[in-house]
Protein backbone atom coordinates (compact mmCIF):
# COMPACT_ATOMS: atom_id res chain seq x y z
CA UNK A 1 0.00 0.00 0.00
CA UNK A 2 3.32 2.23 0.88
CA UNK A 3 4.55 1.35 -2.44
CA UNK A 4 1.18 2.55 -4.41
CA UNK A 5 0.92 5.52 -2.83
CA UNK A 6 4.27 6.99 -3.20
CA UNK A 7 3.72 5.92 -6.27
CA UNK A 8 0.66 8.08 -7.29
CA UNK A 9 2.54 10.84 -5.20
CA UNK A 10 5.40 10.48 -7.46
CA UNK A 11 3.16 10.52 -10.75
CA UNK A 12 1.08 13.49 -9.41
CA UNK A 13 4.19 15.64 -8.51
CA UNK A 14 5.15 15.16 -12.36
CA UNK A 15 1.87 16.16 -13.63
CA UNK A 16 1.97 18.93 -11.71
CA UNK A 17 5.46 20.03 -12.40
CA UNK A 18 4.44 19.54 -16.44
CA UNK A 19 1.11 21.21 -15.81
CA UNK A 20 2.62 24.68 -14.32
CA UNK A 21 5.14 24.90 -17.82
CA UNK A 22 2.25 26.19 -19.29
CA UNK A 23 1.09 29.56 -19.44
CA UNK A 24 -1.52 31.02 -17.55
CA UNK A 25 -4.24 32.54 -19.40
CA UNK A 26 -4.19 35.57 -17.02
CA UNK A 27 0.06 36.31 -18.16
CA UNK A 28 -0.72 35.98 -21.50
CA UNK A 29 -1.81 39.48 -21.93
CA UNK A 30 1.99 40.64 -20.71
CA UNK A 31 3.54 38.26 -23.06
CA UNK A 32 1.46 39.89 -25.79
CA UNK A 33 2.82 43.27 -25.02
CA UNK A 34 6.42 42.48 -24.66
CA UNK A 35 6.18 40.37 -28.34
CA UNK A 36 4.27 43.99 -29.38
CA UNK A 37 7.52 45.58 -28.06
CA UNK A 38 9.90 43.19 -29.96
CA UNK A 39 7.84 43.80 -33.25
CA UNK A 40 8.48 47.53 -33.21
CA UNK A 41 12.19 46.98 -32.52
CA UNK A 42 12.53 44.29 -35.59
CA UNK A 43 10.64 47.46 -37.52
CA UNK A 44 6.62 45.81 -37.62
CA UNK A 45 4.46 48.68 -37.67
CA UNK A 46 1.09 49.72 -38.00
CA UNK A 47 -1.54 47.06 -38.95
CA UNK A 48 1.40 44.64 -37.57
CA UNK A 49 1.17 45.81 -34.01
CA UNK A 50 -2.32 45.39 -33.71
CA UNK A 51 -2.57 42.00 -35.27
CA UNK A 52 -0.53 40.59 -32.27
CA UNK A 53 -3.09 43.11 -29.76
CA UNK A 54 -5.95 41.15 -31.52
CA UNK A 55 -4.17 37.13 -30.67
CA UNK A 56 -6.35 34.90 -28.14
CA UNK A 57 -5.04 32.54 -26.22
CA UNK A 58 -5.82 28.95 -27.25
CA UNK A 59 -5.91 25.78 -24.49
CA UNK A 60 -6.48 23.46 -26.59
CA UNK A 61 -2.90 23.75 -28.86
CA UNK A 62 -0.98 23.66 -25.32
CA UNK A 63 -2.95 20.13 -25.07
CA UNK A 64 -2.06 19.11 -28.19
CA UNK A 65 1.23 20.20 -28.11
CA UNK A 66 1.53 17.81 -24.63
CA UNK A 67 0.76 15.00 -26.61
CA UNK A 68 2.11 14.68 -30.20
CA UNK A 69 1.89 11.60 -31.75
CA UNK A 70 5.00 11.15 -32.79
CA UNK A 71 6.41 10.91 -28.91
CA UNK A 72 3.34 9.30 -27.69
CA UNK A 73 1.72 6.72 -29.57
CA UNK A 74 3.51 3.19 -29.81
CA UNK A 75 5.31 3.02 -33.37
CA UNK A 76 3.06 -0.01 -34.61
CA UNK A 77 -0.38 2.47 -33.90
CA UNK A 78 1.15 5.64 -35.62
CA UNK A 79 2.45 2.96 -38.54
CA UNK A 80 -0.96 1.69 -38.94
CA UNK A 81 -2.92 5.18 -39.21
CA UNK A 82 -0.91 6.25 -41.49
CA UNK A 83 -0.27 3.90 -44.28
CA UNK A 84 -3.23 2.33 -45.41
CA UNK A 85 -4.68 0.72 -48.07
CA UNK A 86 -6.55 4.45 -48.61
CA UNK A 87 -3.31 6.32 -48.67
CA UNK A 88 -1.20 4.11 -50.48
CA UNK A 89 -4.06 3.41 -53.55
CA UNK A 90 -4.35 7.07 -53.44
CA UNK A 91 -1.03 7.87 -53.35
CA UNK A 92 -0.74 5.81 -56.89
CA UNK A 93 -3.47 7.18 -58.55
CA UNK A 94 -1.97 10.95 -57.89
CA UNK A 95 1.35 9.75 -59.04
CA UNK A 96 -0.14 9.46 -62.58
CA UNK A 97 -3.15 12.62 -61.76
CA UNK A 98 0.43 14.46 -61.58
CA UNK A 99 2.85 12.36 -63.38
CA UNK A 100 4.07 15.59 -66.11
CA UNK A 101 4.86 18.15 -62.97
CA UNK A 102 6.50 14.83 -60.78
CA UNK A 103 8.64 14.02 -63.66
CA UNK A 104 9.83 18.12 -64.12
CA UNK A 105 10.65 18.59 -60.27
CA UNK A 106 12.35 15.04 -59.89
CA UNK A 107 14.73 16.27 -63.11
CA UNK A 108 15.19 19.46 -61.80
CA UNK A 109 15.71 19.22 -57.87
CA UNK A 110 16.78 15.32 -58.10
CA UNK A 111 13.59 14.08 -55.56
CA UNK A 112 11.61 10.61 -56.66
CA UNK A 113 7.38 11.87 -57.03
CA UNK A 114 6.55 8.70 -54.35
CA UNK A 115 8.51 10.97 -51.61
CA UNK A 116 6.92 13.88 -52.72
CA UNK A 117 3.49 12.24 -52.53
CA UNK A 118 4.82 10.50 -49.01
CA UNK A 119 5.15 13.53 -47.49
CA UNK A 120 1.86 15.52 -48.92
CA UNK A 121 -0.01 12.05 -48.29
CA UNK A 122 1.25 11.93 -44.17
CA UNK A 123 1.17 15.89 -43.66
CA UNK A 124 -2.56 16.24 -44.90
CA UNK A 125 -4.01 13.72 -46.17
CA UNK A 126 -2.96 14.75 -50.06
CA UNK A 127 -4.72 18.11 -49.16
CA UNK A 128 -7.84 16.79 -47.75
CA UNK A 129 -7.16 18.50 -43.87
CA UNK A 130 -4.83 21.35 -44.37
CA UNK A 131 -5.66 22.71 -40.61
CA UNK A 132 -8.46 24.93 -39.22
CA UNK A 133 -6.27 26.36 -36.25
CA UNK A 134 -5.72 30.70 -36.61
CA UNK A 135 -2.06 30.18 -36.99
CA UNK A 136 -1.50 33.83 -35.41
CA UNK A 137 -3.45 32.47 -32.28
CA UNK A 138 -1.45 29.14 -32.27
CA UNK A 139 1.89 30.60 -32.76
CA UNK A 140 1.19 33.39 -30.24
CA UNK A 141 -0.07 30.82 -27.71
CA UNK A 142 3.38 29.02 -28.06
CA UNK A 143 5.17 31.52 -28.62
CA UNK A 144 4.18 32.40 -24.57
CA UNK A 145 4.62 28.90 -23.32
CA UNK A 146 7.87 28.00 -22.00
CA UNK A 147 9.03 25.09 -23.36
CA UNK A 148 9.82 26.22 -26.94
CA UNK A 149 9.34 29.78 -26.69
CA UNK A 150 12.13 31.34 -28.41
CA UNK A 151 11.47 29.05 -31.75
CA UNK A 152 7.84 29.73 -31.42
CA UNK A 153 8.40 33.77 -31.09
CA UNK A 154 10.58 33.02 -34.55
CA UNK A 155 8.15 31.47 -36.12
CA UNK A 156 5.02 33.88 -35.21
CA UNK A 157 6.81 36.59 -36.49
CA UNK A 158 7.99 34.71 -39.87
CA UNK A 159 3.97 34.60 -39.94
CA UNK A 160 3.84 38.12 -39.78
CA UNK A 161 6.22 38.91 -42.58
CA UNK A 162 3.93 36.26 -44.84
CA UNK A 163 1.14 38.54 -44.55
CA UNK A 164 3.16 40.99 -45.95
CA UNK A 165 5.05 39.18 -48.76
CA UNK A 166 3.03 36.91 -50.15
CA UNK A 167 -0.60 39.05 -49.84
CA UNK A 168 -2.10 36.39 -47.82
CA UNK A 169 -4.96 37.54 -45.47
CA UNK A 170 -5.01 37.14 -42.10
CA UNK A 171 -8.30 35.21 -42.33
CA UNK A 172 -6.83 32.25 -44.89
CA UNK A 173 -4.18 32.05 -42.52
CA UNK A 174 -4.97 28.51 -40.92
CA UNK A 175 -3.28 25.83 -40.28
CA UNK A 176 -2.43 23.32 -37.93
CA UNK A 177 -2.04 23.09 -33.89
CA UNK A 178 1.60 24.19 -34.55
CA UNK A 179 1.25 26.97 -36.98
CA UNK A 180 1.94 24.14 -40.02
CA UNK A 181 0.29 25.72 -43.40
CA UNK A 182 -0.77 23.99 -46.41
CA UNK A 183 -0.58 20.78 -48.32
CA UNK A 184 2.78 19.99 -47.36
CA UNK A 185 2.10 22.03 -43.93
CA UNK A 186 5.37 24.37 -44.17
CA UNK A 187 5.99 26.12 -40.74
CA UNK A 188 6.31 30.01 -41.62
CA UNK A 189 10.20 30.15 -41.49
CA UNK A 190 10.52 27.05 -44.17
CA UNK A 191 7.79 28.65 -46.20
CA UNK A 192 9.75 32.33 -46.42
CA UNK A 193 12.77 30.39 -47.30
CA UNK A 194 11.79 27.44 -49.85
CA UNK A 195 8.17 28.21 -51.07
CA UNK A 196 8.12 28.68 -54.83
CA UNK A 197 5.46 29.15 -57.42
CA UNK A 198 5.00 25.85 -58.98
CA UNK A 199 2.39 26.75 -61.42
CA UNK A 200 3.53 29.43 -63.26
CA UNK A 201 0.51 31.94 -61.75
CA UNK A 202 3.20 34.33 -60.23
CA UNK A 203 2.28 33.92 -57.11
CA UNK A 204 2.86 31.46 -54.01
CA UNK A 205 0.13 29.96 -52.02
CA UNK A 206 0.63 26.46 -50.84
CA UNK A 207 -3.22 26.80 -49.50
CA UNK A 208 -4.67 26.67 -52.64
CA UNK A 209 -2.39 25.36 -55.13
CA UNK A 210 -0.61 21.40 -54.77
CA UNK A 211 1.58 22.28 -57.70
CA UNK A 212 3.04 24.92 -55.58
CA UNK A 213 2.87 23.21 -52.61
CA UNK A 214 4.87 19.81 -54.52
CA UNK A 215 7.13 22.16 -55.99
CA UNK A 216 7.62 23.74 -52.72
CA UNK A 217 8.97 20.16 -51.11
CA UNK A 218 11.02 19.51 -53.85
CA UNK A 219 12.83 23.19 -53.82
CA UNK A 220 13.08 22.18 -50.18
CA UNK A 221 14.59 18.67 -49.92
CA UNK A 222 16.81 19.29 -52.78
CA UNK A 223 18.43 22.52 -50.68
CA UNK A 224 18.73 20.84 -47.15
CA UNK A 225 20.89 18.09 -48.84
CA UNK A 226 18.39 15.03 -50.58
CA UNK A 227 20.54 12.82 -52.60
CA UNK A 228 19.07 11.98 -55.00
CA UNK A 229 19.97 8.60 -56.05
CA UNK A 230 19.96 7.21 -52.32
CA UNK A 231 17.16 5.79 -50.96
CA UNK A 232 15.84 6.41 -47.49
CA UNK A 233 16.32 2.98 -46.01
CA UNK A 234 15.02 -0.47 -46.38
CA UNK A 235 14.03 -3.42 -43.74
CA UNK A 236 16.26 -6.06 -42.36
CA UNK A 237 16.85 -9.12 -40.82
CA UNK A 238 18.72 -8.88 -37.40
CA UNK A 239 21.08 -12.22 -36.09
CA UNK A 240 20.44 -13.54 -32.68
CA UNK A 241 23.24 -11.99 -31.74
CA UNK A 242 22.97 -8.57 -33.28
CA UNK A 243 24.27 -6.07 -30.87
CA UNK A 244 21.81 -3.78 -29.90
CA UNK A 245 23.94 -1.40 -28.34
CA UNK A 246 24.91 -0.32 -31.65
CA UNK A 247 21.39 0.69 -32.74
CA UNK A 248 20.17 4.42 -33.67
CA UNK A 249 21.44 7.23 -35.42
CA UNK A 250 24.23 7.76 -32.98
CA UNK A 251 25.73 4.51 -34.78
CA UNK A 252 26.70 4.92 -38.27
CA UNK A 253 28.50 2.43 -40.03
CA UNK A 254 29.66 1.42 -43.91
CA UNK A 255 27.12 -0.86 -45.12
CA UNK A 256 29.72 -3.93 -45.19
CA UNK A 257 30.00 -3.50 -41.41
CA UNK A 258 26.54 -4.53 -40.67
CA UNK A 259 26.91 -7.23 -43.93
CA UNK A 260 29.93 -8.76 -41.71
CA UNK A 261 28.03 -8.88 -38.39
CA UNK A 262 25.05 -10.85 -40.51
CA UNK A 263 22.65 -8.61 -40.87
CA UNK A 264 20.57 -9.88 -43.96
CA UNK A 265 17.73 -8.22 -46.48
CA UNK A 266 14.08 -9.76 -45.86
CA UNK A 267 14.77 -12.22 -48.24
CA UNK A 268 17.26 -13.87 -45.59
CA UNK A 269 20.22 -12.58 -48.38
CA UNK A 270 23.97 -11.47 -47.12
CA UNK A 271 23.74 -7.75 -47.37
CA UNK A 272 26.26 -7.01 -50.34
CA UNK A 273 26.69 -4.04 -52.39
CA UNK A 274 28.14 -3.22 -55.84
CA UNK A 275 30.74 -0.94 -56.65
CA UNK A 276 31.23 2.06 -54.03
CA UNK A 277 28.08 1.45 -52.48
CA UNK A 278 30.24 -0.35 -49.67
CA UNK A 279 31.13 3.04 -48.09
CA UNK A 280 27.94 4.69 -47.59
CA UNK A 281 26.96 6.03 -44.11
CA UNK A 282 24.03 3.45 -42.68
CA UNK A 283 22.73 2.82 -39.62
CA UNK A 284 20.20 0.56 -37.96
CA UNK A 285 17.15 1.16 -36.21
CA UNK A 286 14.33 -0.49 -34.36
CA UNK A 287 11.64 1.51 -33.51
CA UNK A 288 9.14 -1.02 -32.05
CA UNK A 289 12.31 -2.48 -30.31
CA UNK A 290 14.06 -6.06 -30.76
CA UNK A 291 10.63 -7.97 -31.31
CA UNK A 292 9.19 -5.58 -33.87
CA UNK A 293 11.06 -4.91 -37.27
CA UNK A 294 14.56 -3.55 -37.83
CA UNK A 295 15.62 -1.08 -40.79
CA UNK A 296 18.68 0.12 -41.88
CA UNK A 297 18.48 4.04 -43.30
CA UNK A 298 20.76 5.94 -45.45
CA UNK A 299 21.86 9.31 -45.27
CA UNK A 300 18.53 10.20 -47.02
CA UNK A 301 16.64 9.60 -43.50
CA UNK A 302 18.09 12.67 -41.34
CA UNK A 303 17.08 14.78 -44.43
CA UNK A 304 13.58 13.38 -44.02
CA UNK A 305 13.97 13.92 -39.90
CA UNK A 306 15.04 17.60 -40.86
CA UNK A 307 11.31 17.92 -41.97
CA UNK A 308 9.80 16.65 -38.84
CA UNK A 309 12.48 15.29 -36.11
CA UNK A 310 10.60 12.25 -35.38
CA UNK A 311 12.37 8.20 -36.33
CA UNK A 312 8.56 7.55 -36.35
CA UNK A 313 7.56 10.18 -38.70
CA UNK A 314 10.59 9.51 -40.86
CA UNK A 315 10.23 6.14 -41.02
CA UNK A 316 6.68 6.24 -42.17
CA UNK A 317 7.53 8.71 -45.18
CA UNK A 318 9.86 6.09 -46.41
CA UNK A 319 7.56 3.19 -46.44
CA UNK A 320 4.32 5.16 -47.30
CA UNK A 321 6.77 6.33 -50.56
CA UNK A 322 8.03 2.49 -50.94
CA UNK A 323 4.48 1.22 -51.29
CA UNK A 324 3.24 3.86 -52.94
CA UNK A 325 5.95 2.78 -55.51
CA UNK A 326 4.94 -0.87 -55.87
CA UNK A 327 6.58 -1.87 -52.75
CA UNK A 328 5.00 -4.98 -50.73
CA UNK A 329 4.25 -4.40 -46.48
CA UNK A 330 7.06 -5.27 -44.39
CA UNK A 331 7.89 -8.68 -43.33
CA UNK A 332 7.84 -7.74 -39.83
CA UNK A 333 5.09 -5.80 -39.20
CA UNK A 334 4.85 -4.25 -36.02
CA UNK A 335 2.08 -5.68 -33.29
CA UNK A 336 0.50 -3.72 -30.86
CA UNK A 337 1.73 -4.97 -27.43
CA UNK A 338 2.36 -1.70 -25.64
CA UNK A 339 0.32 0.84 -24.31
CA UNK A 340 0.53 4.49 -25.33
CA UNK A 341 3.02 6.67 -23.35
CA UNK A 342 1.71 9.18 -21.43
CA UNK A 343 4.32 12.21 -21.41
CA UNK A 344 3.98 12.36 -17.69
CA UNK A 345 4.85 8.51 -17.57
CA UNK A 346 8.22 9.62 -20.25
CA UNK A 347 8.80 11.86 -17.83
CA UNK A 348 8.57 9.83 -14.75
CA UNK A 349 10.70 7.31 -16.63
CA UNK A 350 13.31 9.69 -17.07
CA UNK A 351 12.98 10.77 -13.67
CA UNK A 352 13.95 7.43 -12.36
CA UNK A 353 16.98 6.90 -14.49
CA UNK A 354 18.57 10.11 -13.56
CA UNK A 355 18.14 9.51 -9.94
CA UNK A 356 19.77 6.37 -10.69
CA UNK A 357 22.77 8.06 -12.06
CA UNK A 358 21.65 7.63 -16.05
CA UNK A 359 22.18 10.40 -17.83
CA UNK A 360 18.67 11.25 -19.89
CA UNK A 361 19.24 14.82 -21.48
CA UNK A 362 16.54 16.78 -20.36
CA UNK A 363 13.57 15.47 -18.18
CA UNK A 364 10.62 16.40 -21.01
CA UNK A 365 8.52 13.16 -21.86
CA UNK A 366 10.31 12.91 -25.08
CA UNK A 367 12.25 9.90 -25.86
CA UNK A 368 15.35 10.86 -27.77
CA UNK A 369 19.34 9.63 -27.83
CA UNK A 370 20.38 10.75 -24.74
CA UNK A 371 17.00 9.05 -22.88
CA UNK A 372 17.63 5.50 -25.06
CA UNK A 373 20.70 5.23 -24.26
CA UNK A 374 20.44 5.45 -20.67
CA UNK A 375 17.38 2.82 -21.49
CA UNK A 376 20.49 0.83 -22.63
CA UNK A 377 22.67 1.20 -20.02
CA UNK A 378 20.08 0.62 -17.48
CA UNK A 379 18.71 -2.69 -19.69
CA UNK A 380 22.23 -3.87 -19.78
CA UNK A 381 22.58 -3.52 -16.41
CA UNK A 382 19.60 -6.21 -16.00
CA UNK A 383 20.91 -8.29 -18.15
CA UNK A 384 17.84 -7.42 -20.77
CA UNK A 385 18.36 -6.57 -24.09
CA UNK A 386 19.88 -3.77 -24.99
CA UNK A 387 17.10 -2.04 -27.31
CA UNK A 388 16.92 0.70 -25.79
CA UNK A 389 12.86 0.59 -25.86
CA UNK A 390 10.73 1.24 -23.28
CA UNK A 391 8.72 -1.78 -22.61
CA UNK A 392 6.80 -2.77 -19.71
CA UNK A 393 9.30 -4.66 -18.45
CA UNK A 394 11.08 -1.65 -18.14
CA UNK A 395 8.69 0.11 -16.22
CA UNK A 396 7.81 -2.65 -14.14
CA UNK A 397 11.30 -2.49 -12.78
CA UNK A 398 11.42 1.25 -11.99
CA UNK A 399 8.04 1.49 -10.03
CA UNK A 400 9.17 -1.29 -7.96
CA UNK A 401 12.03 0.97 -6.97
CA UNK A 402 9.78 3.95 -6.77
CA UNK A 403 10.67 3.50 -2.91
Known amino acids: MVKKILAVMARTMVLYCFVSTTVAAGEFESCISRLQTEATARGYQGKFIKLLGDVRYLPKVIELDRHQPEFSETFASYLSKRVTDFHVSNGRKLLIDHQELLAKLAKKYGIPAHYLLAFWGLETNYGRYKGKMPVLDSLATLACDQRRSEFFTAELFAALKMLDTFGIGVGDMQGSWAGAVGHTQFMPSVYLAYAVDGDGDQRINLWRSSADALTSAANYLNKIGWQKHLPWGKEVILPSDFSYQDAGLETWRAKSYWGKTGVKTTQGLPITASGTEFDLNTAIIVPAGHKGPAFMVYENFNVIMRWNRSIFYAITVGYLADRISGGGILVNFPVENSSRLSRVNVELLQQRLAD ?37 ELFKILKIGLD
Open 356 to 392: RGYVVGKIDGIIGPSTRKAIRQFQLKHGHIADGYPNA
